[in-house]
């Protein structure tokens, strides 16, 4: 491997595992709320 492809992988590596890491650290801060009432409730059939 060239050291240009070698450079190119750990950018691309840091860029995916960077953006996970945000990702994680962005969700533990602002949780999804979950369902509302209206979204948790089963329309009938009519």
Partial sequence: M???AIIMM???ILI???GLGLAI???R???DPG???EET???HAE
Wanted: aromatic share 4%.
């Fill in 35 to 37: 369902p509302t009432a």
């Fill in 10 to 12: 750990i950018i691309a």
């Fill in 25 to 27: 650290i962005r969700l």
């Fill in 16 to 18: 995916v595992w960077g």
């Fill in 29 to 31: 801060g602002h949780p």
């Fill in 2 to 4: 060239s050291g240009g």
């Fill in 41 to 43: 409730t089963i329309p």
